[in-house]
């Protein structure tokens, strides 16, 4: 025989959930200067990337290959528009982007 359930509901609360690491937090968030994290097809030209090896801008629409799961673009140095790079990510990867 099935327990017959209570009339009370437990009361969910968004303060009882601890925050998931690598969420961004509220702070993070609403600062103009943190950078903003798209996908790699969302990318746009003039848009800038920085890595270990220094600022890159974007500057060439992105295309995918390999149907659609790895996504490639054509980027500049920032202090050197002479070197350029074709850069590829997983469709899946989000990529750090300063938007102007």
């Known amino acids: 025989m099935a327990k017959a359930r209570s009339g009370k509901k437990r009361e969910k ?7 998931l ?3 961004p937090s509220s702070a993070r968030e609403s600062s103009p200067a943190s950078a903003t994290r798209v ?4 990318l746009q030209i003039g848009d ?7 600022e890159w801008e974007v500057v060439s629409r992105p295309h995918t290959t390999a149907g659609g799961k790895t996504a490639h673009v054509r980027v500049r140095r920032a202090d ?5 790079e074709e850069r590829s990510w997983g469709a899946h990867e989000r990529v750090a982007v300063k938007r102007a």
Do not use: H, N, Y
């Open 13 to 19: 609360d968004a303060g009882d959930q601890p925050q």
């Open 21 to 23: 690491p690598g969420t």
């Open 39 to 42: 996908l790699p097809m969302q």
């Open 48 to 54: 800038r990337i920085s890595d270990e090896t220094g």
């Open 80 to 84: 050197q528009p002479t070197v350029i």
